[in-house]
């Protein structure tokens, strides 16, 4: 089984709509992370958590949020969702030592119409 | 201007070539240099990690840093097919936890 999987894998909504996508680690890993990727510029921080009580906006975090339920589940919204958020989203999820590298899901790939 | 610049390529290299992957940044302060290899409908996984300038090598991958040029880049030597994938970089400040990432070079490696 994957140590970090997101939920789902693919998602096709429209304007207006609440989505929630999901990550889980079975890593044990504090910290978590969002990203979103969009061709040619790379991936972009939407938020991020060093543990359950302490979550911290990102680069893009307008549009988005995020739930830490427990140390292995860390969730985002968006609240109403926008054409341009149709993106692949990432879920990344790291040890304390801020030279660990950061683990990846297979991401979400997001489209909104 | 982007922190960090990568050529988004494709590059096409035949089986067996030397490969150069290059990123360049603008924010000297960056001290922390990654490189990540991304499969079609994959996440991204590390590859190679430096710390300041200098070069390391892990098999057929060196990983070099040139902090006066604020150029890093990536060589695969005896290039194989399954190397084809897209390669971004990242950086760090030395207090921050925040990557800053390029957006990619696709990789082709034709047999």
């Known amino acids: 089984d994957a140590d970090v999987t997101q939920t789902p894998r693919n998602r096709i909504t429209k304007t207006g709509k609440r989505i929630m996508l999901e990550c889980s680690q079975t890593?044990?890993?504090?910290?978590m992370y969002w990203y979103r990727q969009d061709p040619g510029l790379g991936l972009r921080l939407i938020y991020y958590s060093f543990d359950v009580k302490d979550i911290n906006k990102g680069e893009i975090s307008d549009g988005y949020s995020v739930s830490r339920q427990a140390q292995a589940k860390f969730s985002l919204s968006l609240e109403s969702a926008i054409p341009n958020q149709t993106a692949l989203y990432f879920c990344a999820t790291s040890g304390t030592d801020v030279n660990q590298p950061q683990h990846f899901g297979d991401g979400t790939r997001l489209s909104i119409l | 201007q982007k922190e960090v610049e990568q050529d988004p390529g494709p590059l096409s290299v035949p089986e067996g070539a030397i490969v150069s992957l290059n990123c360049t940044y603008s924010?000297?302060?960056?001290?922390?240099f990654m490189w990540y290899r991304q499969y079609s409908r994959k996440g991204p996984e590390l590859l190679m990690y430096?710390?300041s300038s200098g070069n390391k090598e892990d098999g057929r991958f060196t990983a070099q840093v040139d902090k006066s040029s604020k150029y890093i880049s990536l060589f695969i030597r005896d290039s194989q097919p399954s190397d084809s994938a897209t390669y971004l970089c990242a950086m760090r400040r030395d207090s921050n936890y925040q990557l800053i990432w390029g957006a990619g070079t696709k990789l082709i490696i034709k047999p």
């Open positions: 890593k044990g890993h504090d910290r």
């Open positions: 430096t710390y």
């Open positions: 924010n000297s302060a960056f001290q922390y």
